[in-house]
């Protein structure tokens, strides 16, 4: 088995191409074959270096590994497509001389009557082969004028082509119905996908093709090409596309759509891995957070759903906030760090003492970036209380619960126990339970009504810092 994830180097790799990219390595990965990374940079205006670098570092960060692409060579490269035109001009010609191909001089406005016509008679919008037959005085005549043909490929009528797809099953398409003879080379010279994707992967030796059921209606002329070539077929496998909610092929308006930002927003790889895999596919025991060396011993190719999946954002999201919560402290920790730097200058701060802080907060985070939110309490030496905080602060209740926990930081709580036998104090002075106790007592400490255990809380913030928070409570009621 040998199989390919092809990108176009034009932007950022999206979620529909970064799915096609791990269900063609895992399975690679369970039928140990050779996976080849190619890229397609026909398209000489849109595509960039800088492009494929990206979807190259992309692709690493999502743990996919390739055996041969451009970074690391290979025994059937070149493998970008804009190093291999000697190789695509040696079959153009071959068509040409065996006369299944043949040079075609009509004008972009002569094609565009031919579908105003096609559509005022209600008939297919089919290239009519007006060039098939010109004489060689008649091709001169076009050179002359200055004309640049494009090479079209002959399509005999009324054939069927079919092949089984290892998803949908059988396919059958009628060669009436695919648009005529179809442009190979465009005129300023640079062949078209739909035929140097055949000749690829036909050199390559890419036994099945896994790719995105958008490309289904591709695939009788990519086959017509094969056969005129005389190349063995690749088996087809077509997914289903990935659904927004609204049930429409995933878009941005849909949410985040590109892996890139993914990285940057601190999803984890094994996440958007394990979520991906299983979009159309589940486990035999239908558990949704699972291993990748479990997702490539169970998947199988023909169990993918033939209906589309919705891409459910808010599942990857909890499904990621699991993954961060199964991380080891310190990996955490480093993990964690470039976004705390955003916000914080950590040289000075006890390492140790921020890996407890994290290691108490990670059930409160679904994506690396919300420690920065959870964190900030633990950082701040003061609190600018919010209005909902202040009303509950300046009651009679928060009043009365104010005095009494600045009486007891005055007395009986020590470094030892203020932690431990705050809140049971409180209540013993005051009477107070349920939320009236524990409501204004996190309020005066922390600035917040709600968060993580208090007690825990206090033992993170130090002895002196829950001290001066009760101080400044003090004040706020006067």
Known sequence: MRLRFAPSPTGFLHIGNARTAII???????????FVLRIEDTDMERSSIESENSIINDLKWLGIEWTEGPDIGGNYGPYRQSERFDIYQKYTEKLLNEGKAYHCFCTPEEIDNMREEAQKTGRNETYNGKCRNL??????????????????????????????????GDISFNSSNIGGDFIIVRSDQIPVYNYIVVIDDSLMKISHVVRGEDHLSNTPKQILIAKALKFELPLYAHMPLVMGNDRKKLSKRHGITSVNIYREEGYLPEALVNYISMLGWAAEN????????????????????????????KKLKWMNGNYIRTLENNELFNKMRPYLEKEYSLENMDQNHIIE????????CELLGDINDQISHFFSETIDYSSEVRE????ENGVKIIAASKELFDSVLTEQNYHSDYINLVKEMTGATGKNLFMPCRALITGSIHGPDLAETMRLYGYDKCKKRILAACQLKD
């Not at 002959?154 to 290892?166: A, M, P, R």
């Not at 802080?357 to 409160?364: D, M, N, S, V």
């Open 135 to 168: 004489s060689k005085e008649q091709k001169q005549a076009f050179l002359d004028e200055g004309r640049k043909p494009t090479v079209r490929f002959k399509v005999d009528s009324d054939i069927d082509i079919t092949f089984n797809d290892i998803i949908k």
């Open 357 to 364: 802080i994290i290691t108490f907060l990670k059930p409160y």
């Open 24 to 34: 063609n390595n895992l399975l690679a990965l369970k039928n140990q074959a050779d």
């Open 286 to 313: 239908e558990e949704e957070i699972i291993s990748l060396n479990e997702i490539v011993k169970q998947f199988e190719l023909n169990k993918i759903a033939a209906s589309s999946a919705v891409f459910d954002f």
């Open 392 to 395: 509950l602060l300046k009651s």
